[in-house]
DNA sequence: ACGCTGATTGACCACTGGTCGAAAAGATGT
DNA sequence: ACATCTTTTCGACCAGTGGTCAATCAGCGT
């Protein structure tokens, strides 16, 4: 790591391009000349253009999921509410990251990359914490399902999905509808009683 | 439409590099020397060659799709079943559509954005013909949930993401057990007892 | 002062998606 | 057969892209 300060400058100039920027497509040379750094230097602490926008998706969850690991050793939490708040803190990042708006047109292949790299990038790193919380609810009795990486994985998939809002695009109250009835169907799939998830939305 | 038979010749083409070319980008210069026309007539067919990628998947799932929509009135056969169909249809030509391989590192940014197209065409279309067919479950007591397209949707998400694989890329026993998983959420969440639904995997 | 190592740069390259005027190919009426 | 008009076809061309590289620059130990 040469220089650490020039390196974050350019996810910050990135950064700046995707919310200003909106539908069109972003350069290197304009990253460079936002940055206020030569075109040639991006290429000597990224290899390519895809791994700056990979670096930034990584950097902006950074500290989400810490906090998500770290909350995966709280035990005296209950595991749906520690599931909430795991939710909550991507939800704050999740919206402050794509702040750009949809057109009519769905995105370009610029950001079709970045949202897959987004949603790859949260279940990747989430799964593991959320099947150990889901886990340890299972020998604390307060969850009944027989395979918790599939549970985790499969809730990771649809809220990623749904909050991103590019693969299937709607509205916010068809989100919250989904939302609803992925709820239920944890509800009455893993014993607990209907309306007793309902803080989960929030 | 102007001549049909070049239009088509153009998709075939896209679809003959997308099967060989593996990895890297395929221009519009390539799709055209493939289809024996030049690359200005190209233009005169296809607005953008985003435009091309769209039409080629939408292209790919017209067939399955199309049985999927004449299967929602068939209520004759049991809900389920037809569920069952439609997802093997769909699998079918998933699999015929989508033969790259994964090479170590995810897909380019054109990947993404055909993966993104395919995500959200089969899901859209798809959507209103499974609530469809819950609908009329629910009616006829074999399924119990409250938000038959809340729930349709939910199901169509994990699904087609796990079928996609590019999104969350794993080994073929994981999606299995993904799907096992949802299966038995659905049956537990639909009021069905246990291992009824095993025939969805197949 | 000198080298030497790592950081910085912009001119440069092959190539991209897309445009356009002109030429070719059909169609039509006489 | 011709002339006229419309629909297709095309490749040279354009602005701009991601990426490369030899040349430069900055710092520093000696």
Redesign the interface.
């Known amino acids: 790591m040469p220089n650490q300060q020039k390196y974050e400058r350019i996810l910050d100039a990135l950064q700046e391009l995707l919310e200003n920027h909106k539908l069109q497509s972003i350069s290197v040379s304009e990253i460079a000349e936002t940055a206020g750094i030569g075109k040639g230097s991006i290429y000597y602490y990224f290899p390519s253009k ?1 791994a700056i926008l990979e670096a930034l998706v990584e950097r902006s969850y950074e500290k989400p999921l810490q906090t998500a690991k770290a909350l995966a050793g709280r035990t005296e939490i209950p595991p749906f509410i520690r599931m909430a708040m795991i939710f909550e803190a991507c939800r704050n990042s999740s919206s402050e990251f794509i702040k750009s708006e949809n057109n009519k047109n ?5 950001k ?2 970045l ?3 987004y ?2 990038h949260i ?2 790193e989430l799964k593991p914490v959320l099947a150990e919380i889901i886990r340890q609810g299972i020998k604390a009795g307060q969850i009944c ?3 918790p ?3 985790a ?2 809730v990771l ?2 809220l990623t ?2 909050m991103d809002n ?3 695009p709607s509205s916010k109250e068809e989100i919250e ?2 939302i ?3 709820i ?3 509800e ?2 893993t ?1 607990n009683p209907p309306g007793s998830l309902n803080f989960l939305i929030s």
């Open positions: 895809d769905s995105g370009t292949q610029e079709s990359f949202h897959q790299k949603i790859n279940i990747t399902f027989s395979d990486d599939a549970l994985e499969i998939i649809v999905v749904k590019t693969l299937v509808n989904t609803s009835a992925l239920s169907l944890l009455k799939g014993d």
